[in-house]
Each structure stands twice: as C-alpha cells, then as structure tokens.
C-alpha cells in the first residue's frame, strides 16, 4: 500500500503543471529597443525662437529636418509647433508651443522608439518606473511619459508607420545627475529593462567634470540599444548651468565644432576643458537648449 501511494505521489507530481524544479531557468525579459537613431532629445523653446533654434542646431552638427508642422501631441487641448532635426551626432525632437504646456510636459528629457509600447511600458513598471500618465494617441503613434527612480523623466513611443533612419557617425549620450541616496537604484533598474551594460564606474572621478573641483564624484558610463548614458553621482551641489544640460554631443574636432556654433549664435556658457582624454565644453543654443559637447574618451 505505501508503495501505491508513492507511485501515485510520483506521478502527480511529475503530471503537475504548477509546479517547476527549482533549477528551472527564467525566460529572460525582452528588450524593446530599436536603434540610437531613434532616441529623441526633447527640446522646449519659445515658438517664437523655434526656426533660429533649428538652424542653429543643423548649422552646428549639419543633418536635415522633418517637414515643420503644428500638432496637439499631448491628450489634452494643445498645440504646438514640432519639427525633427536629424544629425549625425543625434536626434532632437523640438517643441514650440503655442498653448500652455500641459501637465506632465515640459520635463520629459528624451523620447525612445519601442517595438511594443504596451510591453515595454509593463517592463518599465516591473522595473522600478512609474507612469505620469496613462498611455495615448498622438498623430503618428502612441506614446507613454514615465519616471524611474530619482526622478528621471523620459517618454516611450510607438510609431504606426515603421521610421527608418540612417545610423548615427557618433552617439550622444544621456546625462543623469543623481545623489547617492537614488543612483543605484536607479541604475539596477534601467540596466534591467534596457539590457543595458555598464562600461565603466569610476567611483574616484574628478569632480570639475561637474563644476566641482576639489571634490570626488562618482561618474557611470551605461550602453544600451537606447544608446549611450552617464550618471554622475554627487552631493547634488551643482553650479549653473550643471545638471542643466541633458544631452552630451560627440565630434571629430570640438574647436571646430563651437566654430560653428558661434557663427549660428550659440553661446559658449563653459569654455572647453580637459579631463581624461575628452575635451568637452557647454554651450546655450538660442531658445535656450543647454547641451555638452565634447571630443575624444573621458579615459
């Protein structure tokens, strides 16, 4: 008798679908990135200044743009001028509006091209972030606004029709300002739903990268098919204009480059400095679009 009932013990067991050895592997989470080309700073500028902002902008890095047009691109009543430029140093998408900004945007810092919208903003929730808001329609696609942890805002969209742009000659990189009360949380959990690697984590970098000398910070370096990002960990006492700037632009010759940007009225707000093997500098477009630019590897 204890021997049939074993037996039957066994099999039910075996024949159980809910129940999985523990050596079982977990499907891994998929990843729902499509290309750097794809990645979008988002540019808020007075509608007024929006066409000097563009040309500045293509004057600086060359490129093209989209055709100009104006949209309601938020689910509330609004309309805005919006226009890409595309460059070989990367993407911004820019905004002009002619209403008030709606709540939450304005503070959104970049948008991702996702393959599945519903997914990877499930993915994100699973990963630490929060929707500001529920997911909508905009004229070309759907789109999300979500915020990881230590309050890094950014949007994922969705486009009906399949973009297709050429790959980038440099890509740009995302530039995060966190504390250390949210940088490795914040970490974990974008490295978790972009497959992100970490490349580099100095925990003994110079803090006048940041407008800190005399101090040490902790600075990241993170690649992703979302493209390239840097998180800069430090007491968050930051002079103007850090912090400010969203977006590091990589090119061949970064003298050259703020030639130009001088030429087409870009102001020039941190004069070009060394650290490592980069020499990166600040500058102001007009609209007032604070970026980075820089030339050669921080190590």
Do not use: C
């Not at 820019?94 to 499930?122: N, Q, S």
């Not at 929730?125 to 230590?150: C, K, M, N, Y």
């Not at 003298?255 to 020499?279: D, F, H, I, M």
């Amino acid at each position: 008798m204890k021997r049939f009932t074993l037996i039957i013990a066994t099999a039910m067991l075996v024949a159980s679908p809910t129940l999985t050895p523990a050596f079982a592997a977990e499907k891994p989470a998929a990843d729902y990135a499509v290309g750097a080309q794809y990645d979008t700073t988002h540019v808020y500028v007075p509608q007024d200044q929006f066409d000097t902002f563009v040309a500045s902008f293509v004057a600086t890095f060359g490129g093209t743009t989209s055709k100009q047009g104006e949209f309601q691109v938020t689910p509330t009543k609004s309309l805005t001028k919006s226009q890409l430029v595309l460059t070989p140093a990367g993407t911004v998408s820019v905004f002009g509006f002619k209403t008030p900004i709606p709540y939450p945007f304005g503070d959104e810092r970049t948008g991702y091209l996702v393959t599945d919208l519903d997914a990877a903003v499930k993915s994100a929730i699973g990963h630490g972030a929060v929707r500001r808001l529920e997911t909508f329609p905009d004229p070309i696609g759907r789109d999300s606004v979500i915020q990881w942890p230590g309050g890094v805002n950014m949007q994922l969209y969705w486009h009906t029709a399949k973009p297709s742009y050429a790959p980038l000659q440099t890509v740009p990189e995302n530039r995060i300002y966190l504390t250390v009360d949210a940088a490795d949380t914040f970490i974990k959990s974008w490295t978790g739903f972009a497959h992100a690697k970490v490349t580099a984590d100095d925990k003994a970098a110079n803090g006048a990268e940041i407008g800190e000398p005399g101090k040490t910070i902790r600075r990241v370096a993170i690649t992703s098919g979302y493209g390239n990002m840097v998180v800069y960990v430090s007491d968050g006492q930051l002079p103007w204009p850090y912090g400010r700037d969203m977006t590091g632009y990589a090119v061949g010759d970064l003298n050259a480059t703020l030639a130009k940007a001088s030429t087409a009225g870009v102001e020039t707000l941190v004069a070009p400095y060394t650290t490592g093997k980069r020499q990166a500098a600040i500058v102001r477009f007009p609209g007032g679009y604070i970026a980075e630019i820089h030339s050669g590897e921080v190590n």
